[in-house]
């Protein structure tokens, strides 16, 4: 009889000893888990029009990546989602207002689904000039077209088209592009004007 309560005390002492021992041992993976994904930067964000690039650091641990960029005004909405195992990325945006700002932000998920976000949200604004007008009425003269935003000296051009074929391009200058009447009066054609920049088409009427 003694010697079966010293075995059953050995026992529960044994079991009592694996269980701590891989308690002790979740709680060391569990924390290494937490801290494995190291603390990292947005390196930038950079666009053409509604073509965008964007770069961060490599964090070892990290499985994937997570882009979000939302609207950054009181509903902060969700604009754009995308996973990817790159550090750095280029897609499109067709879904932008001009003169509104956006943030960007960068995740990085580890192989258990936990998640650091980059140390930087990036803030940005697509900050493009447009035609005032919406439509081109031709008459006997001159057609002069508007422009709204800033010039700034970024390389916009403007294209003129008769019927998809180019008839020239020509720099910005200012605010207000001129269509010579030449280029139309007493002829069946379709006029069309293009902005663009870096020869990207960004507006056209």
Sequence with gaps: M?????????????????????????????????????????????????????EYEKVPAAKYYKIEI????????????????????????????NGVEYSLMV???????????????KLFTLDEITFIDTDILLHDEDKILSINGEIDNKGYKYKILENDNILGEYDVKDRDITISKDLFINKEVIITVQLLIDNVVIDDI
Aim: aromatic residues 12%.
């Design 107 to 121: 995740y990085a998920y580890d192989a258990r689904g936990d998640y650091r976000p980059a140390n930087n949200e």
């Design 70 to 97: 939302l609207d950054n005004g009181n509903t902060r909405n969700k604009i754009y989602t995308m996973e990817t195992k790159n550090t750095k990325e280029e897609f499109e945006l067709e879904n932008l207002e």
């Design 2 to 54: 003694e010697n079966i309560n010293k075995l059953k005390v050995f026992v529960v002492a044994f079991v009592i000893l694996i269980s701590t021992t891989l308690i002790s041992v979740y709680i060391l993976r569990d924390s290494k888990s937490a801290s494995i994904l190291k603390s990292f930067n947005i390196k930038y964000i950079k666009n053409t029009y509604k073509s965008f690039t964007v």
